[in-house]
């Protein structure tokens, strides 16, 4: 298994402002991931962030309003940026162990309300 | 494209047995996985199965997978009040999790 950790948990931030999320991970992992959950919903996929490479961002997502960095194989940061109402979400980071194990582990999420 | 679905609440008495469905639609995907949300907390990791499999248990848990039907179910034998919570289904493709909108499961007294 993997323990990820994220930081901050919660946040309250005024539209027109950024937030970088970080998200750590206990072990080295290839594959990160992260998703976002709008309330009451289900999980959406933002992008792939995998080390040494560009993110690779899903449709609708796009890099300058989800800058993605991910310097090595235990860390990675999310930034949402010039923020709205919309924005309010859980982002969560996500790893996949690999190996001959495809067992994919959720950090506790970040939750994130802009006013 | 890419969709999975699943009924959106169920309500079961304590001990009594579960059984949460999903569908999904691609057939290219290689791992179906099930994950339990509780209020205010992130995702937990229940179990998953490869798509070449068709049966899964552990301990009170036990999945089935219809491939031709791509049809996937969770049974939680015993309920207990503690499984309520938010569960989802979700296909892996090439490492990309697609995830149901997730059944609230009710556990009565």
């Known amino acids: 298994s993997a323990v990820i950790s994220q930081k901050p948990s919660r946040d309250i931030c005024q539209r027109g402002t950024s937030l970088t999320i970080q998200c750590q991970v206990d072990?080295?992992?290839?594959?990160m991931f992260w998703y976002r959950q709008q309330p009451g919903q289900s999980l959406t996929l933002i992008a792939t962030?995998?080390?040494?490479?560009?993110?690779?961002?899903e449709s609708g997502f796009v890099i300058d309003k989800f800058p993605i960095s991910r310097p090595n194989l235990t860390f990675s940061t999310l930034t949402v940026s010039n923020m709205s109402p919309e924005d309010s979400s859980i982002y969560l980071c996500?790893?996949?162990?690999?190996?001959?194990?495809?067992?994919?582990?959720f950090g506790p999420g970040t939750r994130l309300t802009v006013t | 494209g890419e969709d999975v679905e699943q009924s959106l609440f169920l309500s079961v008495r304590e001990g009594d047995s579960s059984v949460i469905n999903c569908t999904y639609t691609?057939?290219?995907?290689?791992?179906l996985y099930w994950y339990k949300q509780e209020p205010g907390a992130g995702l937990q990791l229940l179990t998953y199965?490869?798509?070449?499999?068709d049966m899964k248990q552990d301990q009170r848990l036990t999945v089935l997978l219809n491939k031709k039907d791509k049809h996937l179910s969770l049974r939680i034998a015993d309920t207990q009040t503690g499984d309520s919570a938010i569960y989802f289904c979700?296909?892996?493709?090439?490492?990309?999790?697609?995830f149901g909108q997730g059944t609230t499961l009710q556990v009565k007294p």
């Open positions: 979700a296909e892996s493709i090439t490492g990309k999790l697609i």
């Open positions: 199965i490869f798509s070449n499999m």
């Open positions: 962030a995998n080390q040494g490479s560009e993110a690779t961002y």
């Open positions: 996500s790893v996949e162990t690999g190996g001959r194990s495809y067992e994919q582990y």
């Open positions: 691609d057939s290219s995907s290689t791992y």
């Open positions: 072990s080295q992992v290839t594959m």
